[in-house]
């Protein structure tokens, strides 16, 4: 006898919806996510009283990040106790950090999958429609998220994974906990993903990982005991035909190596930008956070950097009220950003993190104090970002057009800096133009399009 349809669990179909927090690693991974659930027929939304599915891909890096998700769930009880078929996932850091804490304080959720599980998503879904709530927050990534069918948000510009997890232990830092130790693509698998990414018209991709410059340290080129360092992987993916920008991020400053400093400036498709995390510019706490460079030397790397790639934009992360951090330790960090000058900076205020080292140390700076200091930090950083701004004003730069708004459209620099110009009818985004930079605030440039009729490619 046959079984009814209606007696079946049904398998996930229909419509989705994603919310994404946290970094680029996180983007890329959610990109995954779409890609899993599209190819298994569903369809994005934006209201979850419209979906049969909502994932939420988690940050566990600032303590904000835990709070912002239980909220969220507790947002959605109600929808799930009027539709029992609503499916909620949680994804990525925080559920590789809380594990069966989630579904603890929020019965409600059916799928609890950490980063190295991803693979594994329609599958726990589909159990959960048969068996109710399903955990999978493995230890190892086996198989890359790269590796899976992808939707993504840009047509022109895409994330590479080359590397996941991080063997460092910088003391604040949760990531070596959430995603484990680095384990490096095969150079072979990176270059395949960009060849397929330009022949689908991407010109510009970002390889990504926690510590970009250390990728192959953890693998052997195939036949040799040689590793593949993160210059070949550069100097490789620089001869992939159509592919004109090359972006990674992040480097940590002390694997910047010359010969990584030589392919970047060998390399024509490599853009004239890197991320260069500071993190203190006291050597008291850059010790204390396990950092293996101090202030000195990451200058003298930074006038490095600079000498071989004069155009170079530099942009960095400074922690503010790291514990034990005084108002001399503070100083020294304001001194080090002067003179570090750099075009952006991603500031944060310390965030004790569970399991980490700093996370139980007794002299955490308070509150106010770590505010007042990170005030005047972003009062600093915000002039110097505007002089690097306005030092542009006059010059010629290549954008790539990225969004049109009303009455305009921005594009970004080889840089990474974004630009507003004038709309003209013709030009979409992905397109490359030429434009004379006009004017600078501390976060964007003003331009006019260079109307020649070899500047739209
Ligand atoms: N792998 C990158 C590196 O080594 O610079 C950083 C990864 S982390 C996602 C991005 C930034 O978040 C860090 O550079 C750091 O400035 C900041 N961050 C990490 N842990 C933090 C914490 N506990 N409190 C505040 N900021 C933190
Ligand atoms: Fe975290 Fe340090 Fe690894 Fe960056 S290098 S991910 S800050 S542990």
């Known amino acids: ?25 996180n983007e890329h991974d959610s990109e995954r996510i779409a890609g899993l659930l599209e190819a298994d027929g569903m369809t994005p939304v934006t209201d979850a009283a419209d979906a049969q599915i909502v994932v939420f891909n988690t940050c566990a890096i600032r303590e904000n990040a835990d709070n912002k998700l239980y909220g969220n769930l507790g947002h959605l009880r109600p929808l799930k106790m009027a539709n029992p078929d609503l499916r909620i996932v949680v994804a990525g850091c925080l559920a590789q950090k809380d594990q069966g804490k989630i579904q603890e304080r929020a019965p409600w959720v059916d799928v609890v999958i950490g980063t190295h599980a991803l693979p594994e998503l329609l599958d726990l879904i589909q159990r959960a429609a048969e068996d109710g709530p399903q955990m ?24 590479v994974s080359i590397a996941v997890g991080c063997d460092n232990s910088c003391s604040f830092c949760i990531v070596p906990l959430v995603r484990g130790p680095q384990k490096s693509r095969p150079i072979g698998d990176v270059l395949a993903e960009v060849q397929g990414l330009a022949r689908t018209g991407v010109t510009e991709v970002t390889l990504l990982g926690q510590n970009v410059n250390t990728y192959g340290r953890d693998m052997t080129v195939p036949g040799s005991a040689r590793r593949p360092l993160f210059a070949d992987l550069l100097r490789a993916v620089n001869e992939v035909e159509d592919i004109r920008r090359i972006r990674f991020t992040s480097p940590h400053p002390h694997d910047f190596t010359p010969d990584v400093i030589e392919a970047m400036a060998e390399s024509s498709r490599v853009c004239e930008h890197i991320h260069f995390p ?21 200058l003298g790397w930074l006038e490095q950097i600079r000498a071989a790639i004069p155009e170079i934009a530099v942009s960095t992360d400074i922690i503010v009220g790291f514990p034990g951090e005084t108002d001399e330790d503070f100083e020294e960090t304001m001194r080090v950003v002067e003179q570090a000058r750099f075009d952006a900076a991603f500031m944060f205020q310390y965030s004790p993190r569970p399991g980490t080292t700093a996370g139980t140390m007794e002299d955490q ?51 990474n800096k974004l630009v507003h110009f004038d709309h003209a009818g013709d030009l979409t985004p992905g397109m490359f133009v030429d434009a004379r930079i006009t004017g600078a605030e501390a976060h964007y440039l003003k331009g006019d399009l260079v109307r020649e009729a070899a500047s739209v490619r």
């Open 278 to 298: 500071l993190q203190s510019g006291s050597d008291a706490v850059l010790k204390a956070m396990r950092r293996s460079y101090r202030s000195q030397r990451y």
């Open 365 to 415: 700076v308070p509150k106010e104090q770590v505010q007042q200091r990170f005030d005047r930090l972003v009062a600093l950083q915000e002039q110097i970002s505007r002089a690097c701004n306005e030092a542009l004003i006059g010059a010629r730069q290549e954008l790539l057009i990225e969004a049109g708004g009303k009455g305009g459209l921005q594009g970004r620099t080889r840089g």
């Open 136 to 159: 999978d927050v493995r230890e190892y990534t086996e198989i890359f998220p790269s590796a899976l069918p992808a939707a993504r948000e840009s047509a022109f510009k895409a994330w």
């Open 1 to 25: 006898m046959e079984s009814s349809p209606e007696a079946m669990p049904q398998p996930p179909s229909g419509r989705y919806l994603l919310r994404t927090f946290g970094c680029q690693m």
